[in-house]
Structure formats: structure tokens, C-alpha cells
């Protein structure tokens, strides 16, 4: 169950006050690639960061990492502990979500962080993370529709939430390539703090003021969105980097950026060893209509053709818009497996959609090619889309769980 509300998360952290400065980053899309590229290049320019991110990936502590590395489990469990117990004595009543969040905070305290990357769990105004008070930029990346019944049914109203992450006297950063009524809800707020410094950025922008830059999009060849999330991330590192270390330039950093990597986000993989398929395949974590278009734009360029259809292997969180998620990604004679994820952990209130109700929408797809649907079974979804692909392109995508299925999937076979 989701509980949002700053009263429980306050009372956890009374006691450990946070000595590092924090970059807070909230959006609907993108904000998990935004605080890997500021977490990357700070810790390049020799700045001790600490990210904290979510969902984990495979691991439930691997959310947490200091200067790109991954927190140890140990360090982890044990400051895991003493937040439950804390928790469990003054009976807060925390969530997990709230849990972790605190052992993350108090691990960047125990490891001597100077900057930690914080990327918002929901929404923002009510979020756990939102109680962060020593900020030095916060960053909107971009916006759309997504957990409506926690955050609103319009953009607008979702937008607000968002913008609760903004502070009177903080900086902040957002992408310019919102919409038009994200942008005014945006600007509103801004002048409801005092008219904060704001830097409303595009990649056109960025790419005037860099020419390492822009060289970077155009040798990475880069979807726009991802042009986005790059320049917001430059842009917030431009106002944050004086404020920690006033020496350190900006500029030469850049040259970092085709080092940073984050799974599961149009990430080429080998299932060789899970699949008789030695080609790659795309794993996405697309899970709403903005992401799911996005990555429809990147298979339509990169992977589809007329003489080749796609096949899919999806599975969707409980309470998606199936329609507006796979509606645009699903095109006449594509083949699809539906699957659903495990349990994931720390997550309880997760479950993924039924895979024979999936099933049942993909069919009501105008002109849809072979469905067919696996349960729980994600091996043999991956297998039986592998086999009927017959080295065709093959994308998995409809969810983050998912990727993280997979992906433990493969670290397991590798294991063996």
C-alpha cells in the first residue's frame, strides 16, 4: 500500500539530522537517467556522491550506491535494521518505502557523502524524499500522465505535485520540452516561491552553450528525450558544482557522459545464455503512454521495417492503462508473449496485470499477429518469442519489474 505524507518520514530521521547536500529530482519520465548522469559526473570530478534511486533494479539494496558503485549488503542490512527498530520502538508505522528511504539517507550520513542524487519515488510534494532541506538545485524532468488516482487526472493537477519538490531560495531546473501547461503550472509555482533562479532547459539551448555537447548527441546518436534528460542534467550540475566545490569546472566533466549507463532503459542485451538467440535484444522499462511512445519512436527507426514485424515479450503492473501502453507500441502482424512478473521485493503492493487478461487486450488490437500468454513463467515467454522471432527484432518492455525479472534471470544463468 502506498502512503504518502512527510509525518512518519520526519519522525525517522529526528534523530539524524543529514550532513550532505542534495540534488532532488522529480518527473514522471527521465528522472532516473537525470540523476545517473549527475551521479556519474560528479564522481568524475572527484566529488563524494551518493545516488539513491527507485524501484531497485535486481537487488533491493543496488537503489543505493556510492560514487557509482552499488552500497554493500551488509552496510545496507545493517542500517536497514537500525532504522526498523527504530521504526518498530516509536511505533511510527513507517512504509517500506519510507524504511528505505531513511536507511538510504542515513547510509549517505554513514559514508561521509557530499552530494547525494535523490530521484523522487511518486509524485513530490508528499513524496518521503521531500524531506530533504539542504538542496542545492532541483530538477523537473519530464512529465506525464501516471499514478492518476495518487496525484490527479490532469497534467496540470500531476504537474503541481511534482513542483511540491521546489523550495523557496533553491535553484531549479526543468525540461523545456514539457508541455505547454506543465511549463505555465511550472512557472506558476515559481512565482508563488519569490520568483526562484529557474533555467528552463532545451537541448537546442544546451547545444548553443556546448559544443562537447553537442558533439556528444550527435556521436551517441541520441533520442531526443534522451537529449533532454542530458541537458537537464548539464544544466543542473552547472548550478549545483559552485556551491560544493567552486574550483571544480564543468565543462571538462562533459567528456564522462558517454561512460554513463542505466539498465534497463533501451539497453541492448544477449539471451544467449537463457535462449538458443545469439542476436540482441531491446529491454526497455517503458510502463506508461509517454515512455511507451517513446520507445515506439526508437523501434520504428532503429529496429522495424516492412519486411520484418516485432516481436514482444510484456507484462504490465496492475492498475495501467493496457491501451494506452501497448495501443501505440503493438502494430498489425507483431507477435507477442504476455507474462507477468514476481513478487517484488520491499514492493508488496505491486502485482502484475493477469497475463491472460494482457492477453485478451493485445487480441483486441486491430490486425495483431500470434499472442499467446506464459503466467508467471518468464523463461518461457522469453524462449517461445526468441524461437518465433527466428533472429527477427525482438523488444521486452511494458514494465521496470519486468526488466528486473529478466535481468535476474541472466545474472543467474551467468552464475551457473
Not at 123 to 128: E, M, S, T, Y
Not at 192 to 212: A, I, M, N, Y
Request: net charge negative; proline share 5%.
Amino acid at each position: 500500500m502506498i502512503e504518502l505524507g512527510l509525518a512518519r518520514i520526519s519522525r525517522l530521521l529526528q534523530q539524524s539530522p543529514l550532513t550532505w547536500k542534495a540534488i532532488h529530482v522529480a518527473g514522471t519520465n527521465g528522472k532516473g537517467s537525470i540523476t545517473a548522469y549527475l551521479s556519474h559526473l560528479l564522481s568524475a570530478g572527484g566529488v563524494r556522491c551518493g545516488r539513491f534511486t527507485s524501484p531497485h533494479l535486481i537487488d533491493r539494496w543496488d537503489c543505493i550506491t556510492i560514487d557509482e558503485k552499488v552500497v554493500q549488503e551488509s552496510l545496507f542490512r545493517q542500517i536497514e535494521d537500525r532504522v526498523k527498530l527504530r521504526d518498530k520502538t516509536l511505533g511510527i508505522g513507517a512504509s517500506e518505502f519510507e524504511l528505505l528511504t531513511a536507511t538510504a539517507f542515513e547510509i549517505f550520513n554513514h559514508e561521509r557523502v557530499e552530494v547525494g542524487v535523490i530521484e523522487v519515488g511518486l509524485g513530490g510534494r508528499l513524496d518521503a524524499t521531500n524531506i530533504l532541506s539542504d538542496v542545492l538545485v532541483s530538477v523537473i524532468a519530464k512529465i506525464g500522465l501516471d499514478h492518476q488516482a495518487l496525484l490527479g487526472n490532469t497534467i496540470q493537477e500531476i504537474a503541481r505535485e511534482k513542483a511540491g519538490i521546489l523550495k523557496a531560495g533553491v535553484p531549479c531546473v526543468v525540461d523545456g520540452t514539457n508541455s505547454p501547461d506543465v511549463l505555465q503550472t511550472m512557472t506558476t509555482r515559481i512565482k508563488e516561491l519569490g520568483g526562484l533562479q529557474s533555467v528552463f532547459v532545451t537541448p537546442e539551448d544546451q547545444e548553443k552553450q556546448s559544443p562537447l555537447l553537442s558533439r556528444i548527441f550527435r556521436d551517441l546518436d541520441l533520442e531526443p528525450h534522451q537529449q533532454a534528460n542530458m541537458s537537464c542534467a548539464v544544466a543542473a550540475l552547472q548550478v549545483a558544482v559552485p556551491q560544493v566545490r567552486p574550483d571544480l569546472k564543468v565543462q571538462p566533466l562533459l567528456s564522462h557522459l558517454p561512460e554513463v549507463q542505466w539498465p534497463g532503459r533501451l539497453q541492448s542485451i544477449q539471451l544467449n545464455s537463457l535462449a538458443a538467440r545469439s542476436e540482441p535484444v531491446l529491454l526497455d522499462g517503458a510502463h506508461n503512454a509517454q515512455s511507451a511512445e517513446v520507445l515506439r519512436n526508437y523501434v520504428d527507426r532503429k529496429l522495424r521495417s516492412p519486411q520484418r514485424s516485432i516481436t514482444w515479450v510484456i507484462s504490465a503492473s496492475v492498475g495501467k492503462d493496457i491501451h494506452g501502453l501497448f495501443g501505440p507500441l503493438l502494430q498489425p502482424g507483431d507477435n507477442v508473449a504476455t507474462t507477468a512478473f514476481g513478487p517484488v521485493d520491499g514492493m508488496p503492493w505491486v502485482r502484475a496485470t493477469d497475463p491472460a487478461e494482457l492477453a485478451d487486450s493485445v487480441l483486441s488490437l486491430p490486425g495483431i499477429g500470434k499472442v499467446h500468454s506464459f503466467d508467471t513463467d518468464v523463461l518461457a515467454a522469453v524462449d517461445w518469442a526468441c524461437r518465433l522471432a527466428d533472429g527477427g527484432p525482438l523488444v521486452i518492455a511494458g514494465s521496470l519489474y519486468l526488466v528486473s525479472d529478466v535481468l535476474r534471470l541472466l545474472r543467474q544463468a551467468t552464475t551457473k
